[in-house]
């Protein structure tokens, strides 16, 4: 099983739709969770972490489920500018501070 | 906010000769910097980790002789790829850590082309 598990996509989405990404990690032992954005031949960005009580930003909203060691992204009201890969990062736990990405899924958001 | 300076940001070399990538934090001190490499359509694969003053720890299967990491101050830490050969062409970024910062601040990657 790979560490880092996403929805292979491509997703293509009209402007306005809402669109969801999931996500399952391996390592129970993991401690913290993330979901960054990479656009075409640039670096990831941090898009948001992922709490466990589920957190929004906007029209953006993670939810964490250590039970099935899932994580999931929902975007509502796509926009054409929120085309990009989207990425589930997994750090380690304890004094394992490495980042883990998933392959990505692409989205394009069509107008 | 943070920044991690990267360059070059394209480097076209030949075959057999080595490439140096820096990674400098501007404001701030990247007490680990990690290194990655991604291929076309693939995820960030973590090739090595290094913390300031330390030998670089590498990842399962990356060559510690070819991909040479340096990091010798709190603010610079360089990759050197040794004889480089068309398979290693690829998108390289670094990402540091600080001690007082959340999260990780990326470079923004270095695109090389073995000819």
């Known amino acids: 099983r790979k560490e880092v598990e996403q929805d292979p996509g491509p997703f293509n989405v009209p402007e306005g739709a809402t669109v969801a990404f999931n996500c399952t990690y391996s390592?129970?032992?993991?401690?913290?969770f993330f979901w960054y954005r990479q656009d075409c031949r640039k670096e990831p960005k941090l898009l948001m972490s992922v709490y466990s009580s589920g957190n929004e930003d906007g029209r953006f909203t993670a939810q964490l489920n250590r039970a099935s060691q899932y994580i999931s992204l929902l975007i509502r009201d796509s926009k054409l500018s929120d085309s990009a890969t989207y990425l589930c990062?997994?750090?380690?736990?304890?004094?394992?501070?490495?980042?883990?990405f998933g392959k990505g899924t692409l989205l394009t958001v069509n107008p | 906010g943070a920044v991690v300076s990267q360059h070059p940001s394209r480097v076209i070399c030949k075959s057999g000769t080595s490439v140096k990538i820096e990674c400098r934090s501007l404001?701030?001190?990247?007490?680990?910097m990690f290194w990655y490499r991604q291929f076309p359509k693939q995820s960030l694969m973590l090739m090595a980790t290094s913390n300031e003053g330390s030998k670089a720890t590498y990842e399962q299967g990356v060559e510690k002789d070819k991909f040479l990491i340096n990091h010798a101050s709190l603010t610079l830490s360089t990759l050197t790829v040794t004889s480089a050969h068309p398979e290693d062409s690829s998108f390289y970024i670094c990402s540091a850590s600080s001690r007082v910062l959340y999260g990780y601040t990326f470079g923004s990657g270095t695109r090389l082309t073995v000819v």
């Open positions: 990062v997994v750090k380690g736990g304890g004094s394992n501070y490495k980042l883990t």
């Open positions: 390592n129970s032992a993991s401690q913290s």
């Open positions: 404001d701030f001190q990247a007490t680990t």
